[in-house]
């Protein structure tokens, strides 16, 4: 089992809709969990950290946590073509803080 | 302007030869790291380092090597020994503290034939 799983993509999504992308993570003793943006051919960019169970909101971007079920997600509103792009969930590992696991991403395309 | 350098941003290399990756942080970050991304797929970590002239291998360590004399500084050295060195390299940051946020820098894309 990977530890940190998103679906590869890739997601299409109208121009205005919410996009949703979703990440599972194996380490039942991460506290941190971290949303990055990698346009192709260029370095991940951070845009959203969560750290408590619940919601977490920073203008268009909501991130969700949910401990209990190893789950955290990244919903984007009124959709955009900018935000096409691959988006990496980063987890925190227990045994090693300042390690962090990144999933493989998930491909968004905003089709207008 | 604060941020992450690396440099070059594109490196050509013929197999056998080493090769130094340049990574300068003026953050005032006491963490860095190396990661390697291939492609389609995620960041596999390579070295970090949370301070001064003290780092720890990552998942892929084999074939790098590493230096932390400096704060602001973390070179990364891709040896003959690295069999798939053909890759995009990114180096990252962070305060050391309660949450370990990364930031990164451009990245460099080594080619080697």
């Known amino acids: 089992q990977k530890e940190v799983e998103q679906n590869s993509g890739p997601l299409s999504v109208p121009e205005g809709a919410i996009a949703s992308l979703n990440c599972t993570y194996s380490?039942?003793?991460?506290?941190?969990f971290f949303w990055y943006r990698q346009y192709s051919g260029k370095s991940p960019e951070l845009i959203m950290s969560i750290y408590s169970n619940g919601d977490k909101e920073d203008g268009r971007f909501t991130a969700q946590l949910n401990k209990a079920s190893q789950y955290v997600s990244l919903l984007i509103r009124d959709s955009q073509p900018s935000d096409s792009a691959t988006y990496l969930c980063?987890?925190?590992?227990?045994?090693?803080?300042?390690?962090?696991?990144f999933g493989s991403g998930t491909r968004l395309s905003i089709r207008p | 302007d604060g941020g992450i350098t690396q440099s070059p941003k594109y490196l050509f290399r013929k197999e056998g030869q080493n090769v130094t990756l340049s990574c300068e942080q003026n953050?005032?970050?006491?963490?860095m790291y190396w990661y390697r991304q291939d492609p389609g797929q995620g960041l596999r970590l390579i070295y970090y380092?949370?301070?001064?002239?003290?780092?720890q291998k990552g998942d892929i360590a084999e074939g790098y090597s590493v230096s932390r004399e400096k704060k602001e500084s973390f070179p990364l050295t891709v040896t003959s020994a690295q069999k798939n060195p053909t890759a995009f390299y990114l180096c990252?940051?962070?305060?050391?503290?309660?949450?370990?946020?990364?930031?990164f820098g451009p990245g460099t894309r080594l080619t080697v034939t």
């Open positions: 953050l005032n970050h006491d963490a």
């Open positions: 380092s949370q301070i001064v002239n003290d780092f």
């Open positions: 380490d039942r003793g991460s506290q941190s």
């Open positions: 980063a987890v925190t590992q227990y045994s090693s803080a300042s390690k962090i696991i």
């Open positions: 990252a940051s962070s305060i050391n503290g309660e949450y370990y946020e990364q930031y």
